[in-house]
Every structure is written in structure tokens, then in C-alpha cells.
């Protein structure tokens, strides 16, 4: 029977990979998304994944998805927390309606669907969680404290969570993508990702490829023994 992996933020970037190398890995794939439903229809009807509209931010939300798909497909196995969003702004121009959707979307979300998941794999001893982090939350990032905040939560939750999994063959890892050539990257000033670009010793952006090859590695049957793990991919711009 093929696992049921749920990919937040599924649809587009770097999600619309991963649910693309996690489809050809034989998994049955269910891309969420929050609001662009031309971007999901368009992804839904070029790749035939299944997509799912709901906003992972939100708990009430979360809580009827996870239970649609269960009842449509069967229970959630592989989670993929991607969904993010950046509101970008230095700290004297930050508004708390800023802080609040960064923290709320990008890890509020990942207690969401870790929350209303993991007991079923507990019961089925079988879990492959993997969240989506960022090179910004190990090192910090200029114009960022609520993502480089939200993410580098992502990273204590991963190792705090694996914890918990482990002697049920739950795995918790991480990535921390650097930058990714994605809508999200492309919307930094170019001046400024010039200089960023010029700090990649690789010497080039990232791809969505890059990031969902680690994802697919990481949710394999095969890699029980790596729970707790934060897998840098970033062209070695940032060495941790
Ligand atoms: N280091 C030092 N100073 C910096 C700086 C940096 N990295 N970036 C900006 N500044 C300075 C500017 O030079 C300016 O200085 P002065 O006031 O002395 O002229 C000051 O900060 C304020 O700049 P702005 O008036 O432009 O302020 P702003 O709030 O409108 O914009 C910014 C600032 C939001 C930081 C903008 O420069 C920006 O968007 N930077 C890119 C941030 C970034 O890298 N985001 C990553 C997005 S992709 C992502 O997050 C994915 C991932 O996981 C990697």
C-alpha cells in the first residue's frame, strides 16, 4: 500500500517539488494550500497530485483537513511542514500583525499537524515528519527576526519531538534550506540578493530539486535511524 504523505504548502516552490519526488517515490501525495487556488488548480491538473485548501495556521482548520483525508485516502504517515511565508522588516517598522502571521503560519502550523498526527502513528508505529527550516533560522538573517525566530523553532521542535517518536518509528527531521530560487526569494530586493548570491560557494541559488531530494531521503521506510537531524542544503553558504 502506498503511504499517504501530506505536503503543506504543496502546491508551489519548493512544496510543488517535494509533492512531485515524493509522488514519483511512490507515495500518495495531498498538497495543501491556503489561498492560490489557480496556482493549486493549475499544479493539480499538470502533476494529478491531490490538493487540499486549508490554512495551517489554523488549528479548527487543520483538525477538518486531517480527518477529510484520512476518510478520503487513509491515515496522514509522511508530513511535510513547508508552509511558509515571510514578512520581511527591520525590527523599528515590524508590526506585531506581521510577527504574529510569520510565527503562526510557519511554526504554529507545524504543532498543528504534528498535534493531530501523531498519536495515529504512534498507534501505527510508523511516522516520517519532516520540517521545513531555513539557513535564516541557524544564522540569523538581517530584516527577519520573526521568520529567523519561527524557523530556528522549527529546529528545537524537531529535536524536542523526535524525542518523543523515536520508540515508536517516528522519525522528526529537518532541512534548512539556503536560498532557493523560488517566488519567496525572487521577491528580495535584487541588490540586496546579489550580495547573497555572491556569499554561495557553490556559486549559484538553489533548486526546488535540491531540497526535495533530502525530503525523500529523509521519509524513506529505510531511514529510521535518522530522527532529530537538521540536513543543511544551501551551497555552503552557511557550515553548522
Ligand atoms: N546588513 C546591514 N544593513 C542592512 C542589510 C544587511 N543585510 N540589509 C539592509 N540593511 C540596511 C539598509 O542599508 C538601510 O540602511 P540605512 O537606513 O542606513 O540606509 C537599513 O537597513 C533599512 O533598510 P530599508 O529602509 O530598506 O528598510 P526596510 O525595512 O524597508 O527593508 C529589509 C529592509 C527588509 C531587510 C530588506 O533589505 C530586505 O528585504 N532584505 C532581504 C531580507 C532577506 O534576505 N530575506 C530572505 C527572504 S527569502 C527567505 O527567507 C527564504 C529562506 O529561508 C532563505
Known amino acids: 500500500m502506498s503511504r499517504i504523505a501530506l505536503v503543506t504548502g504543496g502546491t508551489r516552490g519548493i512544496g510543488a517539488e517535494i509533492s512531485r519526488a515524493l509522488t514519483r517515490a511512490g507515495r500518495t501525495v495531498i498538497a495543501s494550500y491556503a489561498h492560490n487556488s489557480r496556482a493549486a488548480d493549475d499544479f493539480a491538473r ?138 519567496m526569494v525572487r521577491a528580495v530586493p535584487p541588490d540586496v540578493l546579489e550580495k547573497i548570491v555572491a556569499k554561495i560557494p557553490v556559486g549559484r541559488l538553489g533548486r526546488a530539486e535540491d531540497i526535495a531530494r533530502g525530503v525523500v531521503f529523509l521519509t524513506a521506510d529505510e531511514a529510521e535511524f535518522v530522527t532529530g537531524s537538521t540536513l543543511s542544503i544551501n551551497g555552503g553558504q552557511h557550515m553548522y
Not at 121 to 137: P, Q
Open 46 to 183: 499538470a502533476e494529478s497530485i491531490h490538493t487540499i485548501q486549508f490554512d495551517a495556521a489554523d488549528y479548527a482548520e487543520c483538525e477538518a483537513a486531517v480527518a477529510r483525508i484520512a476518510e478520503d485516502f487513509g491515515p496522514i504517515e509522511i508530513l511535510v511542514n513547508n508552509a511558509g511565508i515571510t514578512r520581511d522588516r527591520v525590527m523599528a517598522k515590524m508590526t506585531r500583525d506581521m510577527w504574529d502571521a510569520v510565527i503562526d503560519t510557519n511554526l504554529g502550523s507545524c504543532f498543528n499537524l504534528c498535534r493531530l498526527t501523531f498519536e495515529s502513528m504512534r498507534t501505527r508505529k510508523f511516522g516520517r515528519i519532516v520540517n521545513i527550516g531555513s539557513i535564516n533560522g541557524q544564522a540569523g538573517q538581517y530584516g527577519q527576526v520573526n521568520y529567523a525566530a519561527a524557523k530556528s523553532g522549527i529546529h528545537g521542535f524537531t529535536k524536542a519531538l523526535a524525542q518523543e517518536g523515536a520508540k515508536f518509528n517516528i522519525t522528526v527531521n529537518a532541512i534548512a534550506p539556503g536560498y532557493v530560487d523560488t517566488d
